[in-house]
């Protein structure tokens, strides 16, 4: 017996460590974190799929083995299935890479594919690794949404930061800018980048930088600063007060600061400074009345003259001062300034503490606060009870000439402006002015009657503080005015408190503090064609001299109301005569067509384009309407070419030519004896004449042919050649537009022809 033995050991202990191997790697693969799977190449079928791949998918094991991820719809982007496997199809290395998949209930998934291929007993296989990265990018992506929202922040509250007006800055620990706002552009003239990182005393001026480095340590142990003033220096060399607040963070050592911009503030300190010194120091009466009329400041000037302290007469009535008779008038003036209205400087009479009457000139004017509204009026009075006396006296040497004088100029004035036929409302306002002058009246007005409507408009006013009366219409018979233009007769009423008027109009005079009015007709040839008024803020004496000037002065206003009624109907005369002579040219015109039966049309056709063609060249309405004419009579001279000639169906001979080319010449001595048709003969004598010289009847060429003559040849040739013709039919518009532009710069302008086409239309 033979016995052969083979020692099996080391392939016992290999057996041994491939069977450990694998079942190491069994469970490494079961228990993997990531999902693992096992892949034939050639069918794609998955062999092999451990437990995280399941989770993550939502399939069993029986569901996923022997079918492809294609069965199961795995990719949700086919296009990332396609380019995986072909890289593992082609032997191109496998990078991974980040896909999207879907599991069983389509819910998307983000994982990190990587594909490892093998070959295993001749046979392609793949092994592939699917990290589940969903969670990982939510997170990703939910910090990145709360880092763009942080940004977001930061811009928000750097933005909110530059749109404040006040500067805001951060200081660090050596006294240096860290931030500043954009608010140092408007304040300082500074760019933000231009003060961060300098020692903030390089903008400060030098006088306080000491103090400002001072109150910068306070803050830095512990004090809050709220009133700190301090200048800098604007970058254009101004000087800028600010207004700070500070407070310093134990947390990072810096300084946070607001400063507002307080140079006007400080500027008005001072003003009122000087003003407050300037009104204790003056002499006249400076008096402060609250809206009620209330005396809430009196100065040492005022109590030099009333006598009374400042004590005695603040927290009284304004009106303790004035003379009961003047209370209204006065009352009536402070409620229009209380309102925020203008007051001329008036002159009214005050009682002084001792019982003596005094004369000052008195100046109103609202109190405005910063918000532009009326907090109180400030009255301002000198005396003038010395002045007028002497003025008085004055006046009484000279008043009569002085009132002639003031006579004879406004009436040289007024009769200047109706010899040079000036506007009628020129006119009568110059008459109200000299009313108003040398009668001393407050207001003064002029209706003028419209015939056919039975109304009076009012056309001038002068001297009215808030009514608008322009345009405004009475009926006949109606107010004041409406009884003086009624009864032809005027009318004095010196008290219009107890006059008889509609309520409307007392409200009015009320209003304006009118007491006193006096009105006249004004009639011309026994018509009534207006009415004078003059009105008062006190009553006066109709006395002659009074009444004499004022009927110098009506006695103007109706010449001039009638001669602006003679030359508004002259106008219109001369207006229906011009119409007459264009609608005998255009008869003219008709009867040359009807004569030319081949024409018929022509001349009104090429006339509207003329003048549309001149206007875009530029013509002024003026030269237009003798454009307008020339055009219409540019055949004119065809009125001598006989019948025969003119009307010959055929070719011309040389002889005919000759005749018809006199046209021109013709139509000039029809024309030029009449003056008004002189300035439209260019197009009749000259609109036959060519660009290159070859034209007639004078041979003119280029610019020597005017204008007005070019622009109606082109119009002239267009219409001809666009119109049927005994011996032709008419060409096209495309055509004509063609022969046009090709007989541009020998027979016509060309820039004429550009414009012309422009015109029309033709691109």
């Not at 109150?215 to 254009?236: A, F």
């Not at 400087?345 to 405005?368: D, S």
């Amino acid at each position: 017996m033979s016995l052969f033995t083979r020692d099996v050991t080391e392939a016992k202990q290999a057996q041994r460590e491939q069977q450990i191997s694998q079942e190491s790697f069994a469970a490494v693969f079961q228990a993997s974190p990531v999902a693992i799977f096992v892949t034939r190449q050639k069918d794609k079928h998955f062999l092999d799929v451990n437990t995280e791949f399941l989770r993550q998918s939502g399939y069993t094991r029986e569901e996923v083995l022997g079918r492809s991820s294609q069965d199961l719809g795995l990719w949700a982007d086919q296009m990332d299935r396609e380019v995986a496997w072909s890289m593992v199809d082609g032997h191109l290395p496998v990078h991974s890479r980040e896909v999207l998949f879907l599991n069983k209930t389509g819910a998307e998934m983000r994982g990190v594919l990587s594909i490892i291929p093998i070959e295993l007993a001749d046979e392609a296989y793949v092994i592939g690794f699917v990290r589940d990265v969903t969670e990982e990018k939510r997170a990703q992506q939910q910090l990145q949404a709360s880092e763009a929202r942080a940004r977001h922040i930061a811009e928000e509250l750097q933005h909110t930061l530059d749109l404040s007006l006040d500067l805001i800055v951060s200081v660090d620990s050596d006294h240096r800018f860290s931030t500043v706002s954009a608010a140092s552009r408007q304040i300082l003239g500074y760019e933000p980048e231009e003060m961060i990182g300098h020692p903030i005393v390089d903008f400060i001026h030098p006088d306080d930088r000491g103090d400002t480095v001072k109150e910068s340590q306070r803050v830095r142990d512990g004090h809050t600063t709220t009133t700190y003033q301090n200048r800098y220096c604007h970058k254009d060399g101004s000087l800028v007060w600010l207004e700070w607040s500070a407070v310093m963070l134990p947390a990072n050592g810096m300084v946070y600061g607001v400063g507002r911009d307080i140079t006007q503030r400080r500027i008005d300190e001072e003003d009122r400074a000087f003003l407050a010194a300037i009104v204790q120091a003056s002499r006249n009466v400076i008096i402060g009345l609250s809206l009620g009329g209330m005396i809430r400041f009196w100065n040492p000037g005022a109590q030099a003259l009333y006598g009374y302290t400042a004590d005695e007469a603040i927290g009284q009535p304004v009106t303790f001062l004035v003379p009961e008779e003047f209370h209204a008038r006065e009352e009536a003036f402070f409620a229009r300034v209380r309102q925020g209205q203008q007051v001329q400087p008036f002159e009214a009479w005050r009682i002084t503490k001792a019982g003596q009457r005094i004369l000052v000139l008195v100046t109103l004017a609202p109190i405005l606060n910063a918000a532009g509204e009326v907090i109180g009026v400030s009255r301002i009075a000198q005396d003038i009870t010395a002045l007028r006396t002497a003025e008085q006296e004055v006046q009484t040497l000279n008043k009569s000439l002085q009132q002639q004088l003031r006579q004879v100029n406004g009436l040289r004035t007024i009769d200047q402006s109706i010899a040079v036929g000036a506007e009628l409302g020129v006119t009568l306002g110059l008459i109200l002015d000299n009313v108003r002058d040398q009668l001393d009246m407050d207001v003064a007005t002029i209706l003028l009657l419209d015939p056919q409507r039975k109304t009076l408009r009012y056309t001038v006013t002068r001297g009215f503080y808030t009514a608008q009366l322009e345009a405004s219409v009475l009926k006949l018979g109606v107010g004041l005015a409406g009884r003086v233009a009624r009864t032809r007769k005027p009318l004095s009423v010196p008290d219009l408190a107890t006059g008889e008027m509609p309520p409307a109009w007392r409200a009015t005079f009320q209003e304006e503090g009118l007491t006193a009015y006096y009105g006249v007709p004004l009639i011309s040839k026994g018509q009534v064609l207006g009415v004078l008024e003059v009105l008062c803020h006190e009553s006066w004496p109709l006395s002659p001299e009074w009444l004499t000037t004022f009927e110098t002065l009506t006695s103007q206003a109706t010449i001039a109301i009638d001669n602006a009624w003679l030359f508004e109907k002259l106008e219109h005369s001369n207006l229906e005569l011009r119409l007459a002579y264009d609608a005998t040219i255009e008869g003219w015109a008709r009867a040359l067509d009807l004569r030319d039966k081949e024409t018929e049309g022509h001349s009104r056709r090429v006339t509207e384009m003329t003048v549309e063609l001149c206007q875009m060249l530029g013509f002024t309405p003026g030269q237009l309407i003798d454009v307008r004419r020339g055009a219409l009579l540019h055949d004119m001279g065809k009125m001598g070419i006989p019948d025969a000639v003119l009307l010959k169906p055929g070719k011309l001979t040389d002889e005919e030519w000759v005749l018809m080319k006199k046209h021109p010449e013709y139509a000039v001595n029809l024309l030029s004896p009449i003056e008004f048709l002189r300035p439209a003969l260019e197009i009749p004598q000259h609109h036959h004449e060519k660009w290159d010289g070859s034209g007639y009847p004078a041979g003119l060429a280029g610019e020597a042919i005017p204008l007005v003559a070019r622009a109606f040849a082109v119009v002239d040739v267009y219409d001809a050649l666009t119109s049927d013709r005994p011996y032709r039919k008419a060409w096209t518009r495309e055509q004509t537009i063609t022969h046009l532009q090709n007989s541009s710069g020998t027979h016509f302008d060309p820039e004429i022809v550009e414009v012309f086409i422009r015109m029309i239309g033709q691109p």
